[in-house]
């Protein structure tokens, strides 16, 4: 169980993490190198950047509550996959006498089946919020 937690961790931290970071680290650059250029055209237009600062601050915030949602859908279905998988795995052996290797095939179809659509609202609620930016 524990396993799967940090292997979902970190998947989520590599696959949207170091992406965030890079992404924010841009745009700090971008917005210094901006106000430099800015203010050698007029020093009053920095009223504009400060307010889109702000703007760009706080509007993520409000989609992050979904966001950490489907993260952790994403998390708890992972699991959840993982753990029936393994047990379907751990009995192979009986199974496998009691000639009922199809039990596996449609856990495993199953198991995929549900964190699928959990990976599916997840993309959903990125591909939203990406769309209203």
């Given amino acids: 169980m524990y396993v799967s937690w940090l292997t979902n961790d970190i998947n989520t931290i590599n696959e949207y993490g170091f ?11 971008t917005i210094v190198m901006s106000i430099t ?15 889109l600062l702000v703007i760009m601050y706080f509007v993520p915030k409000l989609f992050s509550k979904v966001m950490n949602q489907t993260s952790l859908g994403v998390s708890k279905a992972a699991e959840t996959a993982t753990k029936k998988i393994s047990d379907f795995f751990a009995g192979f052996d ?11 095939v449609e856990a495993i179809n199953q198991s995929s089946s549900i964190l699928k659509k959990a990976k599916g609202k997840q993309a959903t609620a990125i591909g939203g919020y990406a769309r209203n930016f």
Avoid: G, P, R
């Fill in 19 to 29: 992406e965030c970071l890079e992404l924010a680290i841009t745009q700090a650059i």
């Fill in 94 to 104: 009986d199974l496998l006498v009691m000639n009922l290797k199809n039990h596996i």
């Fill in 37 to 51: 250029v800015i203010v050698s055209f007029h020093y009053s237009l920095i009223v504009t950047i400060l307010i």
